[in-house]
């Protein structure tokens, strides 16, 4: 039995692509000027979002001697009507819109990764109920469900925007690594753990997850970005973030109206909100076509 066990682990090593794929994944992605573009602008969208505020002017302080002011020496982005300087009010805007984007959009590919791969693995009723479950939340529109629910998000903190946004978030991935699952789920390494005992998430966690897992990297990635994007949608409208708090959405609707004759209102916010899921995507779409055998990046 141990000579049997010995066998069972050496080939599941040898099958499971999960492990060996992920160096050369890496590889790929990083052979690729639009990875490193990406990730040296989110790097640096990082630390000038926490290291900035340091060096720059109190958000909530008002200066009376410069109301409305456009961009000078001593307010880089202006300052809006009540004196207060807008450089300071993005960088705090967008340490909270990196918190959403880079908590809500993982969040959601953990709910897909377990939900579609125990779905795929499991099968039967349960695969039922959770296709049945993804097919009426694909239907029903999601945003119009968060601004239904935005009068939560104003009793609560905005921790409760990041839950929300992860929970209506997650369906397409599920889909697609259900479907992966039900592809592996007949693999000889998978019947093998099944057959020695190996309970399902076991097997789930050591077998399922790692050969998704470049494809749940993927959807992180360009997760965070749509989470930023969400979360400055709905605070644009009201919906979402509120005062005291501030975000890139809320910037953004605060300038609005001051568009055209205070235009660094507007453009500064929007501009950082542009780079940042920008980075994102190249970031996202780098990864993508290093696991994607068919892209024409990656074709010889």
Same mark, same amino acid.
């Given at each position: 039995?141990?000579?049997?066990?010995t066998?069972?682990?050496?080939?599941?090593?040898n099958?499971s692509?999960?492990?060996?794929?992920?160096?050369?994944?890496?590889?790929?992605?990083?052979?690729?000027?639009?990875a490193?573009?990406?990730? !040296?602008?989110?790097?640096?969208?990082?630390?000038?979002?926490?290291?900035?505020?340091?060096?720059?002017?109190?958000?909530?302080?008002?200066?009376?001697?410069?109301?409305?002011?456009?961009?000078s020496g001593?307010?880089w982005?202006?300052?809006?009507?009540?004196?207060?300087?807008?450089?300071?009010?993005?960088?705090? !805007?967008?340490?909270?819109?990196?918190?959403i !984007?880079?908590?809500?959009?993982?969040?959601?590919?953990?709910?897909?990764?377990?939900?579609?791969?125990?779905?795929?693995y499991?099968?039967g009723?349960?695969?039922?109920?959770?296709?049945?479950?993804?097919?009426?939340?694909?239907v029903?529109p999601?945003?119009y469900?968060?601004?239904?629910?935005?009068?939560?998000?104003?009793?609560?903190?905005?921790?409760?925007?990041?839950?929300?946004?992860?929970?209506?978030s997650?369906?397409?991935?599920?889909?697609?690594?259900?479907?992966q699952?039900?592809s592996?789920r007949?693999?000889?390494?998978?019947?093998?753990?099944?057959?020695?005992?190996?309970?399902?998430?076991?097997? &789930?966690?050591?077998?399922?997850?790692?050969?998704?897992?470049?494809?749940?990297?993927?959807?992180?990635?360009?997760g965070?970005?749509?989470?930023?994007l969400t979360?400055?949608?709905?605070s644009?409208?009201?919906?979402? &973030?509120?005062?005291?708090?501030?975000s890139l959405?809320?910037?953004?609707?605060?300038?609005?109206?001051?568009?055209?004759?205070?235009?660094w209102l507007?453009?500064?916010?929007?501009?950082?909100?542009?780079?940042?899921?920008?980075?994102?995507?190249?970031v996202?779409?780098?990864?993508?076509?290093?696991?994607?055998?068919?892209?024409?990046?990656?074709?010889?």
């Amino acid at each position: 039995m141990s000579m049997l066990s010995t066998e069972v682990e050496i080939l599941e090593e040898n099958v499971s692509s999960g492990a060996p794929r992920r160096p050369n994944v890496l590889r790929r992605t990083f052979s690729s000027p639009q990875a490193w573009i990406g990730v !040296g602008v989110l790097v640096i969208i990082a630390a000038w979002a926490w290291i900035g505020p340091l060096f720059a002017p109190d958000p909530e302080t008002t200066d009376p001697l410069a109301f409305s002011q456009s961009p000078s020496g001593a307010h880089w982005f202006g300052t809006n009507s009540i004196g207060q300087d807008v450089y300071a009010q993005t960088l705090v !805007g967008l340490q909270k819109s990196l918190v959403i !984007g880079f908590i809500a959009g993982p969040a959601a590919t953990v709910i897909a990764g377990f939900v579609g791969a125990l779905a795929g693995y499991v099968g039967g009723v349960w695969d039922k109920v959770v296709v049945w479950i993804i097919d009426l939340l694909l239907v029903l529109p999601a945003f119009y469900i968060l601004v239904l629910l935005s009068p939560v998000f104003k009793k609560l903190s905005w921790i409760a925007l990041v839950f929300f946004i992860a929970v209506f978030s997650w369906m397409v991935m599920a889909r697609v690594v259900r479907g992966q699952t039900m592809s592996l789920r007949d693999r000889d390494f998978v019947k093998a753990a099944r057959y020695m005992g190996v309970g399902t998430f076991t097997i &789930i966690r050591r077998h399922i997850i790692p050969n998704v897992a470049s494809l749940l990297i993927i959807d992180a990635t360009l997760g965070v970005g749509a989470a930023i994007l969400t979360e400055s949608t709905l605070s644009y409208f009201g919906f979402g &973030i509120h005062a005291p708090d501030v975000s890139l959405g809320t910037l953004l609707s605060q300038g609005t109206s001051a568009a055209v004759t205070r235009p660094w209102l507007f453009v500064f916010p929007a501009a950082v909100l542009v780079v940042t899921v920008l980075a994102t995507s190249l970031v996202g779409d780098a990864l993508r076509d290093a696991v994607d055998p068919t892209s024409g990046a990656n074709r010889d």
